[in-house]
């Protein structure tokens, strides 16, 4: 299993920017990803990164304001997000997939998360 550890989550007015961080430790992963959920809705993806290979996944929400990056020496996963809306206050979420899916963006294809950091942003 891997174990994820998010931080960096906080109150942002709109327009600013925050960075979280994902450390996972164990075993290493095929893919970690970043998903939120805001109250009262599902849990929607954001972004992913493959953990071995340059390719990364963003929801069409984000393109082009948050930005996901890998440290492998620090077994660390980044989602820098810039001109933050109130519509992207939500409890993010960092999780791990061992294997390769059809469909990367899926909850589904996710075996482990981590607890949740919240991200307010004030209009």
């Known amino acids: 299993q891997v174990q994820l550890v998010e931080s960096g989550g906080g109150l942002v007015q709109a327009g600013g920017s925050l960075r979280l961080s994902c450390a996972a430790s164990g075993r290493t992963a095929y893919v970690v990803g970043w998903f939120r959920q805001a109250p009262g809705k599902e849990r929607e993806f954001v972004a992913a990164i493959r953990w071995n290979a340059d390719r990364t996944y963003y929801a069409d929400s984000v393109k082009g304001r948050f930005t996901i990056s890998r440290d492998n020496t620090k077994n660390t996963v980044y989602l820098q997000m810039n001109s933050l809306q109130f519509e992207d206050t939500a409890v993010y979420y960092c999780?791990?997939?061992?294997?390769?899916?059809?469909?990367?963006?899926?909850?589904?294809?996710?075996?482990?998360w981590g607890q949740g950091t919240q991200v307010t942003v004030s209009s």
């Open positions: 999780a791990a997939a061992y294997n390769y899916a059809p469909y990367m963006s899926s909850v589904s294809a996710y075996d482990s």
